[in-house]
């Protein structure tokens, strides 16, 4: 029997298949035939992705859909939505404009996915502009979404992460022709909060039954002085305003010029029709950004508004640009203390020691409390101050159940800080004695995230990648190539044996970084590719049980030295020789093949060539030391290569 004479439900299992091992091979798949076609068919046409830039393009890619809906009569398959995007009738600058800049240009939105791509201390105005109207030309300028909705018939899920606000017409559709679908808004926002009773329509979209999922980012002032009252307002939607509102997204802003506003803050008046008996059931909620997780204050007030019992997922605190903001040993204590969690299966929490000025002897005990209070947990992100004890605690109350885990251990910096305490914490390195342990308490793991301390290539570092091979359910890696260096400003005891030349100092305003230290630095630093093949080869043709099909290396750490700044001197050598790395396997049985990508290459490249032709300096005669200059070489950029890991 051959694959075009199997059973139409055969055929589309074997679709299936395919879009879950390599999505991009569903549509060749789809090509090869017309029984295969015929049996993609409904998995091309799940979900509709639709960017809006202006309503002349809204129209046309809805009208192409329209048209291909009735080509392949496949609207009863559509059953997601996803709009991204803007649809703005006049051209003007709104405040998500050059968020994303500083991400680009370092490429870490390929590196660091789970994290938002925004940047939490740029404007924020609460009331930047008027409420939609109803049959507004701006709601009216939707027209083209809501004639897709009216053909569609068994729509699930309406995804929109459009930075227009939301519009009536397709609330309306919604509410009339999909009952049941949920609507997930990402860019949700109250603008109009201060005028005591919200405008209408605001509290008609916040209180629909639609509404199922909701991102808000807020702040505590926004930048023009305004009171921002979302939070306060998010807690009474989940505590049954809203009656359907199942999961939060709060992401904590501090905007700039907010802090100049000194006055009280006014007094929350609750939005109409709120009771304070009641109790919502959220099944998700994420507190990012920076939070005020502090104290337990926060929680308290979300504790009050949602059952904590009925949470699947949890994130707390933090975000790439403020690992500070996380859950101190105080709060920690108070949930352990006071919560349950007994259906909760994913967490996400950045810590914090919160002992800048004073010692917390009992941090550590508080985080182990912590931990242990959650039932077996199948998911499990960890970033902050953390040592022995607390993942002890973590893999052997959750081991396991883990399916994912990571963990990245941070600690805050207050070396120049006035009356702040001599800090000697270092931030935790993963051995082959504690890899192990995680290997033999972490069965069923399939995704791990955790740094590796780069230490040039040696020996030892080779046997650190090898301890990922012996975990059996292990499929996908991100490694963390840690090339920090806090032990010279941190370990009264470090002493590397350097010759004279190298112990002298490359800044005098540097006293902790000599040549030798520096030169560490540079080869730990650079990752080409050949040593991210190296790495992969070591794991992968060590693995046993599960093969591993995805490796990403992110290179980071060295500019830190523990002092809390970065030597902007010798960022443009560093931040060229940290590459990053995805590599994959290719989805066939049949192949060993895989495919190696630079994460951020575009952005890096862009960097180098804005600094290949730079007059030489002292950093960069450090590095010729380690590379000398190649014949006919034309830029230090041309000149390295890594060390190569023993085999």
Same mark, same amino acid.
């Given at each position: 029997?051959?694959?075009?004479?199997?059973?139409?439900?055969?055929?589309?299992?074997?679709?299936?298949?395919?879009?879950?091992?390599?999505?991009?091979?569903?549509?060749?798949?789809?090509?090869?035939?017309?029984?295969?076609?015929?049996?993609?068919?409904?998995?091309?046409?799940?979900?509709?992705?639709?960017?809006?830039?202006?309503?002349?393009?809204?129209?046309?890619?809805?009208?192409?859909?329209?048209?291909?809906?009735?080509?392949?009569?496949?609207?009863?398959?559509?059953?997601?939505?996803?709009?991204?995007?803007?649809?703005?009738?006049?051209?003007?600058?709104?405040?998500?404009?050059?968020?994303?800049?500083?991400?680009?240009?370092?490429?870490?939105?390929?590196?660091?996915?789970?994290?938002?791509?925004?940047? $939490?201390?740029?404007?924020?105005?609460?009331?930047?502009?008027?409420?939609?109207?109803?049959?507004?030309?701006?709601?009216?300028?939707?027209?083209?979404?809501?004639?897709?909705?009216?053909?569609?018939?068994?729509?699930?899920?309406?995804? &929109?992460?459009?930075?227009?606000?939301?519009?009536? +017409?397709?609330? @309306?559709?919604?509410?009339?022709?999909?009952?049941?679908?949920?609507?997930?808004?990402?860019?949700?926002?109250?603008?109009?909060?201060?005028?005591?009773?919200?405008?209408? $329509?605001?509290?008609?979209?916040?209180?629909?039954?639609?509404?199922?999922?909701?991102?808000?980012?807020?702040?505590?002032?926004?930048?023009?002085?305004?009171?921002?009252?979302?939070?306060?307002?998010?807690?009474?939607?989940?505590?049954?305003?809203?009656?359907? %509102?199942?999961?939060?997204?709060?992401?904590?802003?501090?905007?700039?010029?907010?802090?100049? $506003?000194?006055?009280?803050?006014?007094?929350?008046?609750?939005?109409?029709?709120?009771?304070?008996?009641?109790?919502?059931? %959220?099944?998700?909620?994420?507190? @990012?950004?920076?939070?005020?997780?502090?104290?337990?204050?926060?929680?308290?007030?979300?504790?009050?508004?949602?059952?904590?019992?009925?949470?699947?997922?949890?994130?707390?605190?933090?975000?790439?640009?403020?690992?500070?903001?996380?859950?101190?040993?105080?709060?920690?204590?108070?949930?352990?203390?006071?919560?349950?969690?007994?259906?909760?299966?994913?967490?996400?929490?950045?810590?914090?020691?919160?002992?800048?000025?004073?010692?917390? =002897?009992? &941090?550590?005990?508080?985080?182990?409390?912590?931990?242990?209070?959650?039932?077996?947990?199948?998911?499990?992100?960890?970033?902050?101050?953390?040592?022995?004890?607390?993942?002890?605690?973590?893999?052997?109350?959750?081991?396991?159940?883990?399916?994912?885990?990571? %963990?990245?251990?941070?600690?805050?910096?207050?070396?120049?800080?006035?009356?702040?305490?001599?800090?000697?914490?270092?931030?935790?390195?993963?051995?082959?004695?504690?890899?192990?342990?995680?290997?033999?308490?972490?069965?069923?793991?399939?995704?791990?995230?955790?740094?590796?301390?780069?230490?040039?290539?040696?020996?030892?570092?080779?046997?650190?990648?090898?301890?990922?091979?012996?975990?059996?359910?292990?499929?996908?890696?991100?490694?963390?190539?840690?090339?920090?260096?806090?032990?010279?400003?941190?370990?009264?005891?470090?002493? =590397?044996?350097?010759?004279?030349?190298?112990?002298?100092?490359?800044?005098?305003?540097?006293?902790?970084?000599?040549?030798?230290?520096?030169?560490?630095?540079?080869?730990?630093?650079?990752?080409?590719?050949?040593?991210?093949?190296?790495?992969?080869?070591?794991? +992968?043709?060590?693995?046993?049980?599960?093969?591993?099909?995805?490796?990403?290396?992110?290179?980071?750490?060295?500019?830190?030295?523990?002092?809390?700044?970065?030597?902007?001197?010798?960022?443009?050598?560093?931040?060229?020789?940290?590459?990053?790395?995805?590599?994959?396997?290719?989805?066939?049985?049949?192949?060993?093949?895989?495919?190696?990508?630079?994460?951020?290459?575009?952005?890096?490249?862009?960097?180098?060539?804005?600094?290949?032709?730079?007059?030489?300096?002292?950093?960069?005669?450090?590095?010729?030391?380690?590379?000398?200059?190649?014949?006919?070489?034309?830029?230090?950029?041309?000149?390295?290569?890594?060390?190569?890991l023993p085999i």
């Open positions: 029997m051959t694959l075009p004479t199997l059973p139409l439900e055969i055929r589309q299992q074997i679709a299936a298949c395919v879009e879950t091992v390599h999505r991009p091979s569903l549509c060749a798949f789809s090509l090869t035939s017309k029984a295969c076609h015929a049996a993609s068919t409904f998995l091309i046409y799940r979900q509709i992705n639709i960017t809006v830039h202006n309503r002349e393009g809204l129209r046309r890619d809805a009208d192409r859909l329209l048209e291909a809906f009735t080509l392949m009569d496949s609207t009863h398959h559509v059953q997601r939505i996803i709009i991204k995007g803007a649809l703005r009738l006049e051209a003007k600058k709104s405040n998500s404009d050059g968020q994303k800049l500083w991400w680009i240009d370092h490429g870490l939105e390929e590196i660091l996915e789970d994290e938002e791509p925004i940047y $939490y201390s740029d404007r924020h105005v609460v009331y930047d502009e008027p409420v939609i109207e109803k049959f507004s030309e701006e709601d009216m300028a939707w027209a083209p979404v809501v004639s897709l909705l009216q053909v569609i018939p068994h729509l699930k899920d309406l995804i &929109y992460d459009c930075q227009s606000q939301f519009p009536p +017409s397709v609330l @309306k559709i919604l509410h009339e022709q999909h009952p049941q679908c949920r609507l997930h808004h990402l860019t949700f926002r109250f603008r109009t909060l201060l005028w005591g009773v919200p405008y209408p $329509y605001e509290m008609e979209l916040a209180t629909s039954p639609s509404l199922y999922r909701v991102k808000v980012a807020c702040a505590w002032r926004d930048t023009d002085g305004d009171d921002d009252f979302n939070l306060e307002a998010m807690m009474e939607l989940a505590a049954g305003l809203a009656p359907n %509102l199942r999961e939060v997204i709060v992401l904590g802003l501090s905007p700039m010029l907010a802090n100049r $506003y000194m006055r009280s803050r006014d007094s929350w008046q609750s939005l109409p029709g709120y009771t304070s008996k009641s109790v919502g059931s %959220l099944t998700s909620l994420s507190l @990012k950004g920076i939070s005020d997780l502090r104290s337990p204050t926060l929680l308290q007030s979300w504790a009050r508004h949602t059952d904590f019992s009925c949470l699947h997922h949890l994130t707390l605190g933090g975000c790439y640009e403020a690992k500070t903001s996380g859950l101190t040993g105080e709060t920690m204590k108070w949930v352990s203390q006071n919560q349950s969690f007994s259906q909760l299966r994913t967490l996400s929490v950045y810590l914090n020691r919160d002992d800048m000025y004073h010692e917390r =002897p009992h &941090y550590s005990e508080n985080a182990v409390s912590f931990f242990q209070n959650f039932e077996s947990l199948e998911e499990l992100s960890v970033t902050g101050p953390i040592d022995s004890f607390i993942v002890d605690a973590i893999v052997s109350r959750h081991g396991q159940t883990l399916k994912k885990l990571s %963990l990245h251990p941070f600690e805050e910096t207050f070396h120049n800080t006035v009356n702040a305490r001599v800090q000697r914490e270092i931030p935790m390195e993963f051995t082959k004695d504690r890899l192990l342990q995680i290997q033999a308490e972490c069965p069923v793991l399939e995704e791990l995230t955790i740094p590796v301390k780069r230490n040039k290539s040696s020996a030892s570092e080779t046997e650190i990648y090898r301890c990922f091979a012996k975990m059996e359910s292990l499929k996908f890696l991100f490694l963390i190539l840690d090339c920090s260096n806090w032990r010279v400003t941190h370990d009264s005891t470090y002493n =590397p044996q350097f010759n004279e030349e190298d112990q002298k100092l490359v800044d005098p305003y540097s006293p902790y970084l000599k040549r030798g230290i520096l030169k560490e630095t540079y080869i730990n630093c650079a990752v080409d590719e050949a040593l991210a093949r190296s790495i992969w080869e070591i794991i +992968s043709k060590n693995k046993t049980g599960k093969q591993l099909d995805r490796l990403k290396l992110w290179t980071t750490g060295g500019k830190e030295y523990g002092t809390g700044g970065s030597s902007s001197w010798v960022t443009d050598l560093l931040d060229s020789l940290s590459r990053s790395w995805l590599i994959e396997r290719v989805p066939r049985d049949d192949q060993e093949d895989i495919t190696v990508r630079e994460l951020g290459q575009r952005e890096r490249e862009a960097r180098d060539a804005r600094v290949r032709r730079r007059r030489e300096t002292e950093p960069q005669k450090v590095f010729r030391e380690v590379w000398p200059c190649k014949e006919g070489s034309e830029s230090w950029q041309d000149d390295w290569s890594s060390f190569p």
